[in-house]
């Protein structure tokens, strides 16, 4: 049996002591208490737990400073803070330095133990992909991903989830960051609806009046009044993606909008007041276009309250597979068609190409591998062709050799050099297996 996962719980006052110990309390918990910052760090470092939870509020060392030295020592802990002050802003600070969660109180025990169970199993999930995490599938938000970088950003997601106003999202076209966008909506306190707007596909003419609506009169063709996005998601969240795109005419008064929360429609001296979540979202270097009079500095500090990067996927290159099995299964169903997989040579092709256009180039590769496979598996054949347009490694081979010889290479180490198991994975005979071994110099003569 597994040892008990130790949590950590320091206040100052005894009565939350004995409510939370008793609400946490469970077989496969181990509850240690103290009643002073000093004395919860000492416990900390001695008994090195997984989670701690601190009051923020407390005399000699607030739960900030608390957090920072558990941070110091070990990163990979655990830190709930809880107070009966809450703001978005030390929320927001409290995460950005840290913080697995923050809390307000007086505690509703059923969130309390939620946001625990949560947490305890997101910490599970980063030791097993540490242990090993090729060996492991998992899915968020309808997200495919096993990379231990992902899990860092799906963490992240999760604590700012409940406590952000703006977030500020970057990476490069094709990532996925309209699903992050998804993601920190759906786990919000929102309750009102996510509203999208691609700041590139509208013109500078126009948006003002997308953002913030108009009035019946206001220009030529303005026959009724119209609601802007920005009254639109009131209660919810306003998803602007690309907003490096957006007219610095309009910058200025979105600034506006997001500080006051309001708006002002076009044509009207009646401003309206909102409730709005803002997520913006680029591939743009923003501090650049800072630097070269394109973007406001003072919106993006606004809007950057908390930054999250979604990485390209040429850094998670080991969330291919898992990826192109997921589109694989994805579009059968949509093209009813039999598929089950992808040949281990195609595999190959697809986890040697560079992939600039990120995911999104990867499911429109996969989605007309679907349309074209005539068989129950995606082949070579119904890849691309500009994803064999490499350069060769060595003179005189080609980049479908090169991609046969990386897989030859793998399937015997995989198979600890034994060739009949290669070449069962590989689905040839075993002579086959040792003339391409003796083409490729990977056997003697």
């Known amino acids: 049996m597994s040892d008990p996962v130790r949590i950590v719980i320091i206040d100052d006052h005894k009565g939350s002591l004995e409510l939370l110990s008793a609400a946490l309390r469970r077989d496969h918990l181990s509850i240690h208490i103290a009643s002073s910052p000093a004395e919860g760090l000492e416990l900390v470092r001695r008994i090195h737990p997984r989670l701690v939870i601190t009051d923020l509020m407390m005399p000699g060392m607030n739960g900030l400073e608390v957090l920072s030295h558990i941070m110091s020592f070990d990163p990979t802990i655990d830190v709930v803070l809880m107070t009966a002050h809450y703001t978005t802003e030390t929320a927001v600070e409290a995460i950005r330095g840290g913080a697995a969660d923050y809390l307000q109180k007086p505690l509703k025990i059923p969130l309390l133990r939620e946001r625990i169970a949560t947490l305890l199993a997101s910490a599970e999930r980063r030791g097993r992909l540490a242990a090993g995490p090729a060996a492991h599938e998992f899915l968020f938000a309808g997200m495919s991903a096993r990379s231990?970088?992902?899990w860092e950003l799906f963490s992240r997601i999760e604590r700012i989830a409940p406590h952000f106003r703006s977030v500020l999202i970057g990476g490069p076209t094709g990532c996925g960051k309209d699903l992050v966008a998804g993601a920190l909506h759906a786990r919000s306190a929102a309750r009102g609806p996510l509203v999208v707007l691609n700041c590139s596909a509208?013109?500078?003419t126009l948006f003002e009046s997308e953002i913030f609506g108009h009035v019946r009169g206001a220009f030529t063709g303005a026959d009724r009044d119209k609601i802007g996005l920005f009254e639109l998601a009131s209660g919810g969240t306003l998803f602007l993606d690309e907003i490096g795109d957006m007219p610095l005419s309009t910058q200025a008064k979105l600034l506006r909008a997001v500080q006051n929360q309001e708006v002002l429609p076009v044509g009207s001296v009646t401003p309206r007041r909102v409730d709005v979540r803002v997520i913006a979202a680029t591939h743009r270097d923003l501090r650049a276009a800072i630097a070269k009079g394109g973007f406001r500095e003072d919106l993006f500090f606004r809007l950057s309250m908390v930054e999250l990067r979604v990485p390209p996927l040429s850094e998670r290159t080991g969330d291919i597979s898992l990826l192109a099995r997921f589109f694989t299964h994805k579009f059968a169903g949509e093209y009813n068609k039999s598929l089950s997989g992808i040949t281990p040579r195609a595999l190959a092709v697809l986890e040697n190409y560079s992939w600039p256009g990120n995911v999104r180039e990867l499911e429109h590769v996969i989605g007309?591998?679907?349309?074209l496979a005539d068989s129950d598996q995606i082949d070579v054949a119904d890849l691309p062709e500009h994803l064999f347009q490499r350069t060769p490694s060595t003179p005189g081979s080609s980049p479908?050799?090169?991609?046969?010889?990386?897989?030859?290479?793998?399937?015997?180490?995989?198979?600890?050099g034994n060739q009949s198991v290669a070449a069962r994975t590989l689905g040839i005979g075993r002579d086959a297996l040792r003339y391409k071994m003796r083409k490729f110099g990977l056997l003697s003569a």
Do not use: K, T
């Open 148 to 150: 231990e970088c992902m």
């Open 368 to 371: 007309r591998a679907c349309m």
């Open 400 to 416: 479908l050799a090169d991609q046969e010889r990386r897989l030859i290479e793998r399937a015997l180490a995989d198979a600890h």
């Open 202 to 204: 509208v013109s500078e």
